[in-house]
């Protein structure tokens, strides 16, 4: 059963990415939310304190970095359509021919 | 005029593949009403369009995966093509017949199934009727992931599984994190989260599977002689395509909306901003790995898994039950429907006026399945309503309807 073996490699690469991007970006997310509702204090926390502008600044940094992900959804959506390729060889991605 | 059966079934398939398949991306949305159910199916919609015209790519050689109708070019086998190629028209006829017949019955029953399951088992069904066992890719030639095994059996019983554990993993995670913030804030936020995950998912559909059909079709033209270049699909294919899909996407399959987004938990904002972001890493980190898998069973797995991830969520595993057991048997019984389509088309002499039966047919179990789900009609507006255990769940999922 070579396609059980091979299979069972994509599998654990395909877990591997779906963890970082398909739970990390939502961790971010919601740090986000929570470095927002620090930041507007008040009735945006149970218990509720003064604004803290800090929080805020954090709040929309993580935003951006989450939009930064959504993004590369996108770019490599595009170009798998335009039979291109995501490389990840230089750490930073490039898009590159199939 | 077989061809012209052909191409229209095939853009019926595109169609039934689009509403089919609305849920997939948006269920969460619409249950956690992050989306009127309207704009959600016309986001969908025009995403799946945009998504088809982006797919530039050639999908050629999809039913290469399964069965042996064609080379590793994409051209089709010469022996299929003697007589104008009625034989290998006939089989893809039949397959999709058995596709658009299973995905149809699925609908009706409220089941996300999927639909390139249905239409490499109608695929499959007409190819062993028409040439036999050998005629089917079983299990590849050992080099990579291939064939029946590799390309459809295995992925399915991974990839709901990878997509429940990343969805649960985000869901366990994002609940810690948003402890002791106001539930109106973090409903507000999650909204936009979710309504962007979700589009991601819709635009990956639509570049996935409305390709699928374009090789279809293509192929049809390549073996009855109307098209020759096996290194792209002519425009009007591709906008034929699009539409279909679109169009289908935007009629939206309400039933399964229902059961995906009602029917197996009930969900709140942060778990669809999880299960969608599930679905859409695993979709597209899956199709840059090269490992072929089917949306609707990432987007179940990662919605059971936002169930099971949030502290003190009911799950209905029964509803669960019966959607595993319609996936084990998609493959299987739209297989048959493709073989029992071929051997009518083939006592009648495999020419037109087989082919005109099969297509008749087609289109008095397609009639005779949309009068039976007005009965029990589901749509936009009754989409939402609180799921009731007590009926027979999904079959009659409008029961609480006016």
Known sequence: MHNLGFALEGAWK????????GAGLPLLFALGIRSLAYGAGGDAEVHGSRPRPAGTVLGWMLFAVVLAGVLLGLTFIVASGFGKALSFEHVYPSIVDK | MILAL????????????????????????????????????????????????LSV??????????????????????????????????????????????????????LPSSSSHALFGGLIGATVAGLGWAGVNWNGDGSKLDGVVGKVVLPAIMSPVIAGVV??????????????????????????????????????HGTNDAQKTMGVITLALIAAGDWTDTG?????????????????????????IRTLGKGLVEIAPPQGLAAESASAAVILASSHLGFALSTTHVAT?????????RPGAQVRWRVAGRMVAAWLITLPAAAVVGAVMWWIAHLLGDGLPGALAVFVILVAAAAGMYVRSRRAPVNHDNVNDEWEDARPAGRVPAGAAS
């Open chain 1, 14 to 21: 395909v877990l591997a990415a779906g963890l970082l991007l």
């Open chain 2, 6 to 53: 052909v191409v229209v079934t095939a853009l019926g398939f595109d169609f039934t593949n689009g509403f089919h398949d609305t849920a997939n991306a948006m269920a969460t949305s619409i249950a956690t009403r992050a989306l009127r159910p309207k704009v959600a199916v016309l986001l969908s919609g025009v995403l799946n369009l945009a998504g088809a015209f």
């Open chain 2, 57 to 110: 790519e050639v999908a050629l050689t999809v039913t290469n995966a399964v069965v042996r109708i064609q080379d590793s070019s994409g051209t089709p086998k010469p022996e299929l093509l003697a007589g104008g190629g009625g034989a290998l028209l006939l089989i893809v006829l039949a397959g999709l017949v058995g596709g658009i017949v299973w995905n149809l019955l699925t609908w009706l029953l409220g």
């Open chain 2, 167 to 204: 969805a649960a993993a985000g869901t366990w995670l994002i609940y810690r994190v948003t402890v002791g913030v106001a539930r109106r804030f973090t409903d507000n936020g999650f909204r936009w989260g979710q309504i962007g995950s979700a589009s991601l998912v819709s635009l990956a």
């Open chain 2, 232 to 256: 792209s699909v002519p425009f009007w294919v591709k906008a034929a395509c699009a539409l279909a899909i679109a169009l289908g996407t935007y009629l939206g399959g309400w039933r399964i």
């Open chain 2, 301 to 309: 797995g990662s919605i059971l898994g936002a169930g099971v991830g």
